[in-house]
C-alpha cells in the first residue's frame, strides 16, 4: 500500500459556491475506483443530510485515491473537498495549506466570480500549482472558450493548460487526473525529520472521540506516540493513525506528504483546532507550521427556545454541536421579552443558520433566533473598553466616549452594466469605494471599505437582486472604526423588546425606526386586540404603527360531519402558533425578529 | 359504548353542484339513485343490527337533495328507520330543494313520517340566486315554504346565505322579511363561506370574485340577529334561530356530544365509549364505491379515529361553546376559561360559559382555545 513520495499527490478542489466542487470530486472518486459505482451517492463526500439536501459543502473532507495513469505508475492522490461559502474561507485556507496543487473549477456559464479570484489568492500564497477546469460545458448557457480567456487574462493561466469538463456528464476527467500527477508537485518534506502535520478538520465522533484531519508535512506519524498539539500545547495519545478511501481506514504511519487522521481519545474538538501542527511529544518540532489563527465568530445572535421548557435541552444540543463545530461560540443570555437562551457566535450568516437548523432538525427543538448583529467595541468615559455583541447590552449614551465597529474589505465581482447599481448600492451601505479593475468578458472588480454590520444586514441579497443574480462577494475582516451610532428601541404592545433593539448608524436612525415599524406591522398577526408598535431612540419615539385587532375568525357550519375537518383546521393553526413567541400579551412570529435585516 | 338516539342519513345527488358547495355532493349522478337506495337500507339494516342503537329520538335525512329522491324511496327508507325503532315524538327532517316541495311529494313525506322540513332557500333576489347558481327563483322558494306548510308541515325550517356578493345590507334583510312573512318556526342563516376546493374558491383566489370584507359580513349577521330577535326567534347557535321549543333536535345531539350514526356515502358517525373517549368513522365518500362496499358487506366505512377521554373533552367543549345558551363543556379547562374572559371572548356563570357578543366573532379562537 506504501506508494513512493515522488508519486503522491496533494490536491484541493477550489471554486466559487455551486461551480460544480463536489460533483467534480464525485467524478474523481468514481473514475478512479475510490468508491464502487454500486456505493455511488450524490456527493459521496458530503457526510451531513443539510450538506446534501442543500448541496453545499460545510466541512472539508479528505480521501485517498489511487491512480493508474498513462505513464503505467500508479499514484497516490489524497483529494481534499472544501467548504465553498465566505463563512468558512479560513477552514479553505488551512486545507490549501495541506496541499501541493489545486483543482480550479469554474462555471462554463458564470465565469470567474468573487471567490474563485479570492480562493485563487489563497492557492497562490500557498504556492499551490494551479490545474484550470472549465466545467459544465455541456450547460446550453456555456461559453468554455471565453472563460478560458478570462483564466488567462484575470488569473494569467495559460489558456493551453485550461481543461474543458463536465462533472455531470464525466467529460474530461481523466485529463484532469493527468494534469494533477503531471503538473502537481510530490511533496518535499522529510519523512525522517521531527514531526510536523497540519491540521486542517477534525469531527467528533461519538464512539472514538475527535477525528483529526492531518497531512503530514515532515516526520512520521505512527500509532502509540504522544501527539502534541503545538499552539494549544495539550497532548494526546494516539490510538489510531488511518487514511480515507472515503471510509476511515487504519494505517501503520503516515509519513511526509500522507493525508489522513489521527484519533487519540479528544473529548472536544476546540483541542484539535484547525490551523494548530501536531508534533511528537517525544521529539518536537522546533516551530510549528505558520499561519495558525483562532478562530473568531463575526456574527452574533440569541437563540431561544419557544417553549421555554426546552432550555435546558438547547444547552445539551448545543454543547453536543460545539463537539464538532470548533466555530460555535455560546454563553448564556436572558431576555426580558424571550425569557432564557443563549447568544451565539457565528463565522457569518450561513454558519448562523446552518447551526440554527441543526439543533432544530437534529435535537427536535424549535427555535426563535434573533437578528444577528456584529460585535462592537465601545469605549466608555472612564476609559475602559467593552466589547458589545447585544444591541441591549450597549451602555447608556452617557457613559458612551466612542463606539467603534467592524470593518471588512469586500470584493464584488460583476458585469459591467450593473456596476452603477453596486456602487449605489455600497454608498447607501456606507461603503467607502476603493477601487475598480476592469477585466475581460466584461466583468469588473470593485473593492469597497465596509461596516460588516452593513454587510449582515440583506446586503448579499440586494446585491444580488440588484444584478439579476451575477455579482458575487467575498470579504475579510480588517480591524475596526469609529462610527456615529446610536440605540433603535422597539415597544410592541407598550413593551419595550429587548430582542428587537438594534444599532444603527445616527442619521439613519429615524428612517430605520419608521421603515422597521411598518415592517413589523406587516409581520406582526392580528391578535385578539389592537398592537401598537413603535420605535425609539434614547426614549423618544420616532414611528408608530398599529396592528388592528383580528375582526372575524368563526366557522358558520359545524354540523356531525364537519366537527373532524373543524378541529383538524384548528388544531393545524394551534400548532402554527407554537412557532410564534408570546412577549407579554402579544404573540410575534420569528420573522419578526428577523425583520430589521431587510429594511429597504 | 353509549346507546344511540340519533341516525344521519346522506344522499349525495343534485341536480347541478352549486359552485360554492363542499358537501359530498354529485350532479349527474341521479341515474345512481336505485342502487344507492337498495346500498343505504343495506347499511342501515347491518349498523341496526350491530350497534347499541334505538329508539331514535332524531333521523336527518340530508344531503345533497334527498328531495331528488321518490316518495317510494323515502318510504324504503323508513321502512328500516322503523325496524330499527322511533321514540314517541322523534324528530324527522328531511332537506329539501325548492324545485322539489310539490303538494305531491309533500304529501308522501308526511305519510312515510317526515315531520320536519329544511329548506335551502339560500336568497331571493335574482342577483343572488343566480351568483349562487340556484336553478329555482325566488318565488319558487317562498312557494315551496308556503305548499310545505299548506300539506302540513307545522316544523319548517329555511337555509339562507348571507354575505353573498352584490348582495348589501338592505337586500339581505328584504329577503329575510319574506321568509318571515312565509311562516318558519326555524331558521339557519350562513355566512357565504369560500371553501378552497370549490369552484367559488378558485374565483377568489384568481380574483375574479371579490367577497365582502368582515365588516359587512358581520353587519349582515348582527342585523339578521336582531331582527330574527324582534319576531321572537331564539338564536340559539351561531347561525341557527327558532321559535320556541322548534331547534333542531339533531342537530343539538351533535352539539351536545352525543353519539349519532351516520349512514351513506361519506357520512360521519360519533360513537362514546364508557371510558369518555370518543370514536368518530367516517364512510367511502364516491357513491360507486360505497355502493359497491354497502351492498357487498352491509357497511362502508373508510376511516376512524378514537379520541382519549381528554381530546374528547377539548372537541366537546369546541363544539359545545356554539350552542349560545351556555354549555357546561368547558369545566374541565379553567385556565383556558379565565384567558377568554380576561379577552373578553366568554362570559361565566358557575359551570357554565357562554360566548359573548365578540366571542361569537372570534368563536373559532375559543373553541381552538380547548383544543388540547
Request: aromatic share 6%; hydrophobic share 40%.
Given at each position: 500500500m506504501s506508494t513512493p513520495t515522488r508519486l503522491t499527490r496533494a490536491i484541493s478542489v477550489i471554486a466559487h459556491v455551486d461551480h460544480g466542487k463536489t460533483t467534480l470530486s464525485d467524478r474523481l472518486l468514481e473514475f478512479t475506483g475510490t468508491v464502487a459505482p454500486r456505493d455511488m451517492v450524490e456527493q459521496v463526500l458530503d457526510q451531513l443530510d443539510l450538506e446534501r439536501e442543500r448541496g453545499i459543502t460545510i466541512k472539508a473532507q479528505a480521501v485517498r485515491m489511487l491512480y493508474k495513469a498513462?505513464?503505467?505508475?500508479?499514484?497516490?492522490?489524497?483529494?481534499?473537498?472544501?467548504?465553498?461559502?465566505?463563512?468558512?474561507?479560513?477552514?479553505?485556507?488551512?486545507?490549501?495549506?495541506?496541499?501541493?496543487?489545486?483543482?480550479?473549477?469554474?462555471?462554463?456559464?458564470?465565469?470567474?466570480?468573487?471567490?474563485?479570484?479570492?480562493?485563487v489568492h489563497q492557492a497562490l500564497e500557498h504556492n499551490l500549482k494551479i490545474v484550470p477546469v472549465v466545467n459544465k460545458i455541456d450547460l446550453p448557457q456555456a461559453d468554455p472558450e471565453l472563460v478560458r480567456e478570462e483564466i488567462e487574462k484575470v488569473i494569467g493561466l495559460p489558456a493551453e493548460s485550461v481543461i474543458f469538463a463536465s462533472a455531470r456528464q464525466g467529460i474530461g476527467t481523466k485529463e484532469i487526473l493527468e494534469a494533477v500527477v503531471r503538473e502537481v508537485p510530490p511533496p518535499t518534506g522529510d519523512p525522517a525529520a521531527p514531526l510536523r502535520a497540519l491540521i486542517f478538520d477534525a469531527k467528533f465522533d461519538a464512539y472514538r472521540g475527535v477525528v483529526t484531519y492531518v497531512r503530514v508535512l515532515e516526520g512520521t506519524l505512527r500509532k502509540g506516540v504522544r501527539a502534541q498539539m503545538m499552539q494549544t500545547g495539550k497532548s494526546f495519545e494516539v490510538d489510531e493513525v488511518g487514511i480515507f478511501r472515503p471510509e476511515r481506514t487504519p494505517v501503520d504511519d503516515l509519513s511526509a506528504g500522507e493525508v489522513g487522521y489521527l484519533i487519540a481519545n479528544i473529548?472536544?474538538?476546540?483541542?484539535?483546532?484547525?490551523?494548530?501542527?501536531?508534533?511528537?511529544?517525544?521529539?518536537?518540532?522546533?516551530?510549528?507550521?505558520?499561519?495558525?489563527?483562532?478562530?473568531?465568530?463575526?456574527?452574533?445572535?440569541?437563540?431561544?427556545?419557544?417553549?421555554?421548557?426546552?432550555?435546558?435541552?438547547?444547552?445539551?444540543?448545543?454543547?453536543?454541536?460545539?463537539?464538532?463545530?470548533?466555530?460555535?461560540?455560546?454563553?448564556?443570555?436572558?431576555?426580558?421579552?424571550?425569557?432564557?437562551?443563549?447568544?451565539?457566535?457565528?463565522?457569518?450568516?450561513?454558519?448562523?443558520?446552518?447551526?440554527?437548523?441543526?439543533?432544530?432538525?437534529?435535537?427536535?427543538?424549535?427555535?426563535?433566533?434573533?437578528?444577528?448583529?456584529?460585535?462592537?467595541?465601545?469605549?466608555?468615559?472612564?476609559?475602559?473598553?467593552?466589547?458589545?455583541?447585544?444591541p441591549d447590552h450597549l451602555p447608556s449614551p452617557s457613559e458612551i466616549e466612542s463606539i467603534s465597529e467592524p470593518i471588512v474589505l469586500a470584493t464584488i465581482v460583476v458585469p459591467s452594466v450593473y456596476v452603477g447599481n453596486m456602487m449605489q448600492l455600497s454608498q447607501e451601505r456606507r461603503g467607502q469605494y476603493l477601487n475598480t479593475v476592469y477585466e475581460p468578458g466584461d466583468r469588473v472588480v470593485l473593492t469597497y471599505r465596509m461596516p460588516l454590520a452593513e454587510i449582515i444586514h440583506d446586503y448579499y441579497d440586494q446585491l444580488k437582486s440588484r444584478s439579476k443574480g451575477y455579482a458575487s462577494l467575498d470579504y475579510e475582516l480588517v480591524g475596526f472604526e469609529e462610527a456615529n451610532l446610536v440605540k433603535?428601541?422597539?415597544?410592541?404592545?407598550?413593551?419595550?423588546?429587548?430582542?428587537?433593539?438594534?444599532?444603527?448608524?445616527?442619521?439613519?436612525?429615524?428612517?430605520?425606526?419608521?421603515?422597521?415599524?411598518?415592517?413589523?406591522?406587516?409581520?406582526?398577526?392580528?391578535?385578539?386586540?389592537?398592537?401598537?408598535i413603535q420605535a425609539a431612540i434614547g426614549g423618544k419615539i420616532v414611528a408608530r404603527e398599529t396592528v388592528p385587532a383580528m375582526r372575524k375568525d368563526v366557522t358558520a357550519k359545524c354540523y356531525g360531519g364537519d366537527v373532524t375537518r373543524k378541529r383538524k383546521l384548528l388544531e393545524k393553526q394551534k400548532e402554527g402558533k407554537k412557532r410564534l413567541k408570546r412577549v407579554g400579551n402579544v404573540e410575534i412570529p420569528q420573522e419578526a425578529f428577523m425583520a430589521v435585516l431587510s429594511l429597504d | 359504548m353509549e346507546r344511540i338516539h340519533s341516525?344521519?342519513?346522506?344522499?349525495?345527488?343534485?341536480?347541478?353542484?352549486?359552485?360554492?358547495?363542499?358537501?359530498?355532493?354529485?350532479?349527474?349522478?341521479?341515474?345512481?339513485?336505485?342502487?344507492?337506495?337498495?346500498?343505504?337500507?343495506?347499511?342501515?339494516?347491518?349498523?341496526?343490527?350491530?350497534?347499541?342503537?334505538?329508539?331514535?329520538?332524531?333521523?336527518?335525512?340530508?344531503?345533497?337533495?334527498?328531495?331528488?329522491?321518490?316518495?317510494?324511496?323515502?318510504?324504503?327508507?323508513?321502512?328500516?328507520?322503523?325496524?330499527?325503532?322511533?321514540?314517541?315524538?322523534?324528530?324527522?327532517?328531511?332537506?329539501?330543494?325548492?324545485?322539489?316541495?310539490?303538494?305531491?311529494?309533500?304529501?308522501?313525506?308526511?305519510?312515510?313520517?317526515?315531520?320536519?322540513?329544511?329548506?335551502?332557500?339560500?336568497?331571493?333576489?335574482?342577483?343572488?340566486?343566480?351568483?349562487?347558481?340556484?336553478?329555482?327563483?325566488?318565488?319558487?322558494?317562498?312557494?315551496?315554504?308556503?305548499?310545505?306548510?299548506?300539506?302540513?308541515?307545522?316544523?319548517?325550517?329555511?337555509?339562507?346565505?348571507?354575505?353573498?356578493?352584490g348582495v348589501k345590507l338592505a337586500g339581505?334583510?328584504?329577503?329575510?322579511?319574506?321568509?318571515?312573512?312565509?311562516?318558519?318556526?326555524?331558521?339557519?342563516?350562513?355566512?357565504?363561506?369560500?371553501?378552497?376546493?370549490?369552484r367559488l374558491g378558485q374565483e377568489v383566489r384568481t380574483g375574479l370574485v371579490p367577497m365582502p370584507g368582515d365588516d359587512e359580513q358581520l353587519a349582515q349577521y348582527w342585523a339578521a340577529a336582531e331582527r330574527l330577535e324582534t319576531s321572537g326567534?331564539?338564536?340559539?347557535?351561531?347561525?341557527?334561530?327558532?321559535?320556541?321549543?322548534?331547534?333542531?333536535?339533531?342537530?343539538?345531539?351533535?352539539?351536545?356530544?352525543?353519539?349519532?350514526?351516520?349512514?351513506?356515502?361519506?357520512?360521519?358517525?360519533?360513537?362514546?365509549?364508557?371510558?369518555?373517549?370518543?370514536?368518530?368513522?367516517?364512510?367511502?365518500?364516491?357513491?360507486?364505491?360505497?355502493?359497491?362496499?354497502?351492498?357487498?358487506?352491509?357497511?362502508?366505512?373508510?376511516?376512524?379515529?378514537?379520541?382519549?377521554?381528554?381530546?374528547a373533552l377539548g372537541e366537546a367543549a369546541m363544539i359545545g361553546v356554539r350552542l349560545l345558551d351556555g354549555t357546561t363543556a368547558a369545566r374541565g379547562f379553567p385556565v383556558q376559561r379565565t384567558h377568554l374572559v380576561e379577552a373578553g371572548l366568554l362570559a361565566e356563570h358557575d359551570d357554565l360559559v357562554r360566548l359573548t357578543r365578540r366571542g361569537i366573532e372570534l368563536a373559532n379562537q375559543v373553541g381552538a382555545a380547548f383544543l388540547v
Amino acid at each position: 500500500m506504501s506508494t513512493p513520495t515522488r508519486l503522491t499527490r496533494a490536491i484541493s478542489v477550489i471554486a466559487h459556491v455551486d461551480h460544480g466542487k463536489t460533483t467534480l470530486s464525485d467524478r474523481l472518486l468514481e473514475f478512479t475506483g475510490t468508491v464502487a459505482p454500486r456505493d455511488m451517492v450524490e456527493q459521496v463526500l458530503d457526510q451531513l443530510d443539510l450538506e446534501r439536501e442543500r448541496g453545499i459543502t460545510i466541512k472539508a473532507q479528505a480521501v485517498r485515491m489511487l491512480y493508474k495513469a498513462d505513464d503505467g505508475q500508479t499514484y497516490q492522490i489524497n483529494l481534499i473537498d472544501t467548504p465553498g461559502h465566505v463563512d468558512f474561507s479560513y477552514e479553505v485556507s488551512r486545507a490549501l495549506a495541506a496541499c501541493d496543487g489545486a483543482i480550479l473549477v469554474v462555471d462554463a456559464s458564470q465565469g470567474i466570480e468573487a471567490q474563485t479570484l479570492a480562493n485563487v489568492h489563497q492557492a497562490l500564497e500557498h504556492n499551490l500549482k494551479i490545474v484550470p477546469v472549465v466545467n459544465k460545458i455541456d450547460l446550453p448557457q456555456a461559453d468554455p472558450e471565453l472563460v478560458r480567456e478570462e483564466i488567462e487574462k484575470v488569473i494569467g493561466l495559460p489558456a493551453e493548460s485550461v481543461i474543458f469538463a463536465s462533472a455531470r456528464q464525466g467529460i474530461g476527467t481523466k485529463e484532469i487526473l493527468e494534469a494533477v500527477v503531471r503538473e502537481v508537485p510530490p511533496p518535499t518534506g522529510d519523512p525522517a525529520a521531527p514531526l510536523r502535520a497540519l491540521i486542517f478538520d477534525a469531527k467528533f465522533d461519538a464512539y472514538r472521540g475527535v477525528v483529526t484531519y492531518v497531512r503530514v508535512l515532515e516526520g512520521t506519524l505512527r500509532k502509540g506516540v504522544r501527539a502534541q498539539m503545538m499552539q494549544t500545547g495539550k497532548s494526546f495519545e494516539v490510538d489510531e493513525v488511518g487514511i480515507f478511501r472515503p471510509e476511515r481506514t487504519p494505517v501503520d504511519d503516515l509519513s511526509a506528504g500522507e493525508v489522513g487522521y489521527l484519533i487519540a481519545n479528544i473529548r472536544n474538538v476546540r483541542d484539535s483546532r484547525v490551523g494548530d501542527t501536531v508534533t511528537d511529544a517525544a521529539r518536537p518540532a522546533s516551530a510549528p507550521l505558520p499561519g495558525y489563527r483562532h478562530v473568531t465568530p463575526m456574527v452574533f445572535a440569541g437563540l431561544f427556545p419557544t417553549d421555554t421548557e426546552q432550555y435546558q435541552q438547547l444547552k445539551e444540543a448545543l454543547e453536543k454541536l460545539q463537539l464538532n463545530d470548533a466555530a460555535l461560540v455560546y454563553e448564556p443570555e436572558t431576555s426580558a421579552a424571550l425569557g432564557f437562551g443563549f447568544r451565539c457566535g457565528f463565522l457569518g450568516l450561513l454558519h448562523m443558520e446552518i447551526v440554527q437548523e441543526r439543533l432544530e432538525r437534529e435535537f427536535n427543538l424549535t427555535l426563535l433566533g434573533t437578528a444577528p448583529t456584529v460585535e462592537y467595541r465601545v469605549r466608555l468615559r472612564n476609559g475602559e473598553e467593552v466589547p458589545v455583541d447585544n444591541p441591549d447590552h450597549l451602555p447608556s449614551p452617557s457613559e458612551i466616549e466612542s463606539i467603534s465597529e467592524p470593518i471588512v474589505l469586500a470584493t464584488i465581482v460583476v458585469p459591467s452594466v450593473y456596476v452603477g447599481n453596486m456602487m449605489q448600492l455600497s454608498q447607501e451601505r456606507r461603503g467607502q469605494y476603493l477601487n475598480t479593475v476592469y477585466e475581460p468578458g466584461d466583468r469588473v472588480v470593485l473593492t469597497y471599505r465596509m461596516p460588516l454590520a452593513e454587510i449582515i444586514h440583506d446586503y448579499y441579497d440586494q446585491l444580488k437582486s440588484r444584478s439579476k443574480g451575477y455579482a458575487s462577494l467575498d470579504y475579510e475582516l480588517v480591524g475596526f472604526e469609529e462610527a456615529n451610532l446610536v440605540k433603535l428601541d422597539v415597544l410592541v404592545g407598550g413593551s419595550p423588546v429587548d430582542a428587537l433593539s438594534m444599532i444603527v448608524d445616527r442619521t439613519k436612525a429615524q428612517q430605520q425606526g419608521r421603515r422597521l415599524a411598518e415592517k413589523l406591522k406587516t409581520l406582526i398577526p392580528r391578535q385578539l386586540f389592537e398592537v401598537p408598535i413603535q420605535a425609539a431612540i434614547g426614549g423618544k419615539i420616532v414611528a408608530r404603527e398599529t396592528v388592528p385587532a383580528m375582526r372575524k375568525d368563526v366557522t358558520a357550519k359545524c354540523y356531525g360531519g364537519d366537527v373532524t375537518r373543524k378541529r383538524k383546521l384548528l388544531e393545524k393553526q394551534k400548532e402554527g402558533k407554537k412557532r410564534l413567541k408570546r412577549v407579554g400579551n402579544v404573540e410575534i412570529p420569528q420573522e419578526a425578529f428577523m425583520a430589521v435585516l431587510s429594511l429597504d | 359504548m353509549e346507546r344511540i338516539h340519533s341516525l344521519y342519513l346522506h344522499v349525495p345527488f343534485c341536480t347541478w353542484v352549486c359552485k360554492y358547495c363542499d358537501f359530498n355532493a354529485y350532479a349527474v349522478l341521479e341515474g345512481l339513485i336505485p342502487a344507492y337506495i337498495d346500498a343505504l337500507a343495506r347499511e342501515i339494516e347491518t349498523a341496526g343490527e350491530a350497534l347499541p342503537i334505538g329508539p331514535l329520538d332524531t333521523v336527518f335525512i340530508g344531503g345533497g337533495t334527498p328531495s331528488l329522491l321518490t316518495t317510494e324511496q323515502v318510504r324504503r327508507l323508513m321502512d328500516r328507520v322503523h325496524r330499527i325503532g322511533l321514540a314517541p315524538g322523534a324528530e324527522i327532517t328531511l332537506e329539501a330543494n325548492p324545485s322539489n316541495v310539490t303538494s305531491e311529494h309533500v304529501d308522501g313525506w308526511l305519510r312515510s313520517g317526515v315531520n320536519r322540513l329544511s329548506v335551502g332557500v339560500q336568497g331571493l333576489q335574482p342577483d343572488a340566486l343566480r351568483f349562487l347558481e340556484r336553478l329555482h327563483s325566488g318565488s319558487d322558494a317562498i312557494a315551496a315554504l308556503r305548499t310545505a306548510r299548506a300539506g302540513g308541515f307545522s316544523n319548517i325550517n329555511a337555509d339562507l346565505l348571507y354575505g353573498v356578493p352584490g348582495v348589501k345590507l338592505a337586500g339581505w334583510l328584504e329577503t329575510l322579511e319574506a321568509v318571515l312573512a312565509a311562516g318558519v318556526q326555524h331558521l339557519s342563516a350562513y355566512e357565504l363561506t369560500v371553501e378552497s376546493k370549490t369552484r367559488l374558491g378558485q374565483e377568489v383566489r384568481t380574483g375574479l370574485v371579490p367577497m365582502p370584507g368582515d365588516d359587512e359580513q358581520l353587519a349582515q349577521y348582527w342585523a339578521a340577529a336582531e331582527r330574527l330577535e324582534t319576531s321572537g326567534y331564539e338564536h340559539y347557535e351561531i347561525s341557527n334561530w327558532s321559535l320556541p321549543g322548534f331547534a333542531c333536535r339533531h342537530n343539538l345531539v351533535a352539539w351536545q356530544y352525543r353519539p349519532y350514526l351516520g349512514c351513506g356515502a361519506g357520512a360521519h358517525s360519533m360513537f362514546r365509549r364508557f371510558d369518555r373517549s370518543t370514536e368518530r368513522r367516517w364512510n367511502i365518500k364516491g357513491p360507486q364505491a360505497y355502493i359497491k362496499q354497502a351492498s357487498a358487506s352491509g357497511h362502508a366505512v373508510a376511516g376512524s379515529e378514537t379520541l382519549s377521554p381528554e381530546r374528547a373533552l377539548g372537541e366537546a367543549a369546541m363544539i359545545g361553546v356554539r350552542l349560545l345558551d351556555g354549555t357546561t363543556a368547558a369545566r374541565g379547562f379553567p385556565v383556558q376559561r379565565t384567558h377568554l374572559v380576561e379577552a373578553g371572548l366568554l362570559a361565566e356563570h358557575d359551570d357554565l360559559v357562554r360566548l359573548t357578543r365578540r366571542g361569537i366573532e372570534l368563536a373559532n379562537q375559543v373553541g381552538a382555545a380547548f383544543l388540547v
